[in-house]
C-alpha cells in the first residue's frame, strides 16, 4: 500500500477543507486497519454483503460510505449504521431508505446521484428530472431521510476538458438547488465528487467530498 499517497491526501484534505472517504472495496481488512491507525475513519463500499462483513468485525467508530448502486431490498441491512449513502438514483429507493430509517427511528443521511457521464452504465438522475422531482416536492414527506448533497461519476476519459465540464455542470446544479432554498434541505452541503483519476479535477470545479480507492490501496 502507498501510505505516502495516503499522507499526501489527507493532509491535502485538511488544508483544503474536504473530506477524503477511502474507498476499501474489495480490499483486506487489514488493510483497512493500516489506515485506521493512521486516522483515516471515512470508508467506502459498493456491496451490501461486503460491507455488513466488515462493519461486524472492524472498529465501530469507522463512518461507513455506500457508494454503489444499492438495490431497495438490502436497505434494511445497512439502515442501522450507515453514516452516509451517496448512491440514492430513485425516489423509490429514497422511499423505501426513509422507510426502513423509520422502523428504526434514524435519520439516514445520503445524497442524491446525479447522472454526468456521457456512459450507459452510469445510475443516477439527470439534471432535469432531480430539478422537476424537488420542484414537486417528491423527498419532502421523507422525515427519516436527510439530503446532504449530490453525487456524481464523470466519464472515465483521458478528456480532461471534458471531466471538467461534467463536474462543472455538477457543481452548478449543486449552486442551483441550494439557491432554491428548500425548507427541508436545510443540510445540503455535500459535494461529493472526483475519484483515483480525476479527483484534482474535481477539487478545483469545487468537490468538498472525494471518494479515492486504487491511488491510496493500489489496484484492485
Ligand atoms: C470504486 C469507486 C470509487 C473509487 O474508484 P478509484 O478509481 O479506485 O479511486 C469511487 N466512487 C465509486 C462510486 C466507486 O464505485
Do not use: C
Not at 18 to 32: D, G, M, N, R, Y
Not at 116 to 123: D, S, V, Y
Not at 192 to 202: H, K, L, P, T
Amino acid at each position: 500500500m502507498e501510505h505516502s499517497k495516503y499522507d499526501y491526501l489527507a493532509k491535502l484534505a485538511k488544508e483544503k477543507d474536504f473530506t477524503l472517504i477511502a474507498v476499501s472495496k474489495t480490499q483486506p481488512k487489514e488493510k483497512i486497519m493500516d489506515l485506521y491507525r493512521l486516522g483515516q475513519r471515512d470508508f467506502g463500499e459498493n456491496r451490501v454483503q461486503e460491507l455488513l462483513e466488515k462493519q461486524a468485525e472492524l472498529p465501530s467508530d469507522i463512518e461507513w460510505h455506500l457508494i454503489g448502486h444499492l438495490q431497495t431490498n438490502k436497505v434494511k441491512y445497512i439502515a442501522p449504521f450507515v453514516s452516509l449513502i451517496h448512491s440514492v438514483d430513485s425516489v423509490k429507493l429514497a422511499q423505501e431508505i426513509n422507510k426502513q430509517a423509520q422502523k428504526i427511528n434514524r435519520v439516514i443521511p445520503v445524497l442524491l446521484q446525479v447522472y454526468i457521464a456521457q456512459e450507459e452504465t452510469k445510475f443516477g438522475f439527470s439534471p432535469d428530472e432531480l430539478l422537476e422531482a424537488l420542484e414537486q416536492g417528491v423527498f419532502e414527506s421523507l422525515k427519516n431521510i436527510s439530503i446532504h448533497g449530490l453525487m456524481g461519476m464523470a466519464t472515465n476519459t483521458e478528456n480532461k476538458e471534458q471531466v471538467s465540464k461534467e463536474f462543472s455542470s455538477l457543481k452548478k446544479l449543486f449552486e442551483l438547488i441550494k439557491s432554491k432554498q428548500y425548507q427541508y434541505l436545510i443540510n445540503f452541503n455535500i459535494l461529493s465528487m472526483g475519484m483515483s483519476g480525476d479527483y484534482e479535477i474535481a477539487l478545483k470545479e469545487g468537490s468538498n467530498m472525494i471518494r479515492v480507492g486504487s491511488l491510496i490501496f493500489g489496484e484492485r
